[in-house]
């Protein structure tokens, strides 16, 4: 069975720190570009950052630019998402993804959410003071 488990959310205050990690299960990571997206409350779901399977090219969303770090650790199978100067704005349920890269370009990023295949159930990240 494909699982993909987010962990590390929580409730944390204004300008505060977290980290969440993704945990894959049944697959191996190291063939896959992976996302991190979010969705609050009465909002669509927003992409928030990603990065390629080799862990060479990553990109954020303009909102989380320069306070949010993607990386892996492909032989621990997981992806983190280090998040730093937490806003009240980024109060949502975090979900990582991953879309299988089948061609020969190793920094193919996916262009949109309906690429990924695998999706994790969510980690919920409260900023608030």
């Known amino acids: 069975q494909l699982q993909f488990v987010e962990s590390g959310g929580g409730l944390v205050q204004p300008g505060g720190s977290l980290r969440l990690s993704c945990a894959a299960s049944g697959f191996t990571l190291d063939s896959y570009a992976v996302g991190w997206f979010r969705q609050a409350p009465g909002r669509d779901r927003e992409a928030v950052s990603c990065?390629?399977?080799?862990?060479?090219?990553?990109k954020y969303a303009d909102s989380v630019k320069g306070r949010f770090t993607i990386s892996r650790d492909n032989p621990k199978n997981t992806v983190y998402l280090e998040m730093n100067d937490l806003k009240p704005e980024d109060t949502a349920v975090y979900y990582c993804?991953?879309?299988?890269?089948?061609?020969?370009?190793?920094?193919?990023?996916?262009?949109?959410?309906?690429?990924?295949?695998?999706w994790g159930q969510g980690t919920q990240v409260t900023v608030s003071s």
């Open positions: 990065i390629s399977m080799t862990g060479g090219t990553t």
């Open positions: 993804a991953a879309d299988s890269i089948l061609g020969p370009d190793t920094e193919y990023l996916p262009e949109g959410s309906w690429e990924y295949e695998i």
